[in-house]
């Protein structure tokens, strides 16, 4: 079963830093298109940041160019996002999604991702 696994939100003041992992559980990671979502309580489910299964396509929301990084080590079978520069507007449960397949001019849409893991909490202060 194809499982992603969070880890690595908290609490952070606004210019801090966190990083946030997923761990591939019943799967080897470096097959799959990986991303990181978000939503925020009465908010839509949006992608922040996605890659390809050969890295060579990345994907950033406008909200976060500049301040996250998306990085995957097939080694450790983990995807990770270093979250800098964080606002009290990243204040979101952040989700790690899996998929085969996606279609690169769609690489960071969540309706196309089939594999969810449970979400992790990130809270930024100001």
């Known amino acids: 079963q194809v499982q992603p696994v969070e880890s690595g939100g908290g609490l952070v003041q606004a210019g801090g830093s966190l990083r946030l992992s997923c761990a591939a559980s019943?799967?080897?990671?470096?097959?799959?298109?990986i991303g990181w979502f978000r939503q925020a309580p009465g908010k839509e489910r949006e992608g922040v940041s996605c890659?390809?299964?050969?890295?060579?396509?990345?994907y950033y929301a406008d909200s976060v160019k500049g301040r996250f990084t998306i990085s995957r080590d097939n080694a450790k079978n983990t995807v990770y996002l270093q979250m800098n520069s964080l606002k009290p507007e990243d204040t979101a449960v952040y989700y790690c999604?899996?998929?085969?397949?996606?279609?690169?001019?769609?690489?960071?849409?969540?309706?196309?991702?089939?594999?969810w893991g449970q979400g992790t909490q990130v809270t930024v202060s100001s």
């Open positions: 019943g799967f080897t990671l470096d097959y799959y298109v």
């Open positions: 999604a899996a998929e085969l397949q996606v279609l690169l001019h769609r690489l960071c849409v969540p309706g196309d991702f089939g594999s």
């Open positions: 890659i390809s299964s050969t890295d060579a396509n990345t």
